[in-house]
């Protein structure tokens, strides 16, 4: 990844909430605990859909999947919030901004489509489920999820080169809680219209797009499901979707507001309280859901427990 030779900046200084400064340590506390209780959750779900053969079906997969990706989407900005907060020098370097912008937003456009790859077994499962089986077979599950990553980590990549060539010839602090397109183009010394509509292109057909396939299939799966003529079978159709959607409102409801934007920034407050929703929060929140929400899930764990209590009686004297 090339670097301008002529940008005199070499570090910049991450900012984060300022007018919180006086509260640094119990920030720093809180988001400790949420950042360890969403790995912690993550992990088990994980570990418990990969460990159970009950859960290996494609839902199950695609929530693993899932579970895994936002592991390292929240180890990608988290950690060096939490340095921040304890440090008096909050700085990074200029390939460190770069190299954590890219990992956010391949880890984040990987959940986008990874999401769309759930909204699509959703749709084969209800609207199609004679064929359901025959479709959604392993193999190609691993290669739709397979292909979520590899495309995900490709869209940055444009973004990425024609911000390291930006001059940055100072100011060098960014109004933010993490290294981000809209805040390094803020401090580029030259016009940076090109890479505002760049972004644009990229994070519109991104989002939106895949926003929009997964709304379709909505449609259509509700529109199947309310042509189920007994309401216990509509309320098992909606029960395994009503996970995924919360999960996909809350995620694209605040990346739409921050990414999908022909112009650099709006309040710094707002970009920093929906930078915590899809940062920190969703991440969060999806253990949480899929786990207290979804009763097979719930069941397993309970049985990992059982039997880890039996193992652990039996081997006492």
């Given amino acids: 990844m090339a670097i301008s030779n002529w940008s005199s900046v070499t570090e910049f200084i991450i900012m984060g909430f300022p007018n919180l400064q006086d509260f640094h340590v119990l920030l720093f506390v809180l988001l400790l605990l949420i950042y360890l209780f969403a790995v912690f959750g993550n992990v088990v779900i994980f570990t418990v859909i990969r460990s159970d053969a009950r859960l290996h079906t494609p839902m199950y997969f695609f929530i693993s999947i899932l579970s895994f990706l936002e592991i390292w989407y929240t180890a990608s900005t988290i950690p060096k919030m939490l340095s921040n907060l304890l440090s008096e020098r909050k700085r990074i370097s200029f390939t460190g901004c770069l190299l954590q912008t890219y990992f956010f937003h391949s880890l984040g456009a990987t959940e986008c489509y990874l999401l769309t790859a759930m909204a699509y077994d959703r749709y084969l499962a209800i609207c199609n489920s004679l064929r359901y089986s025959s479709i959604m077979t392993p193999k190609m599950c691993s290669q ?122 709006y309040s710094l407050n707002y970009d920093r309280a929906f930078a915590v929703i899809y940062a920190v929060l969703t991440p969060l929140i999806n253990p949480v859901i899929y786990s207290l929400r979804n009763k097979e899930i719930l069941y397993a764990i309970k049985r990992k427990i059982r039997c880890k209590a039996v193992i652990n009686s039996s081997a006492q004297p």
């Fill in 144 to 265: 739709m999820a397979a292909g979520c990553w590899i495309c995900g980590f490709m869209c940055p990549i444009i973004e990425v080169i024609l911000v390291s060539k930006l001059p940055f010839c100072g100011p060098n602090e960014i109004h933010h809680i993490f290294c981000d397109f809209p805040p390094l183009l803020s401090l580029a010394c030259t016009d940076t219209s090109t890479n505002v509509l760049v972004d644009f292109i990229v994070n519109a057909f991104i989002i939106l797009v895949t926003f929009l396939f997964i709304m379709v299939s909505y449609i259509k799966i509700i529109k199947a499901i309310l042509k189920i003529r007994t309401a216990e079978g509509r309320k098992k159709a909606f029960s395994t979707c009503a996970t995924h959607l919360t999960v996909v409102l809350l995620f694209f409801g605040s990346i739409i507001f921050m990414y999908v934007r022909l112009k650099q920034s």
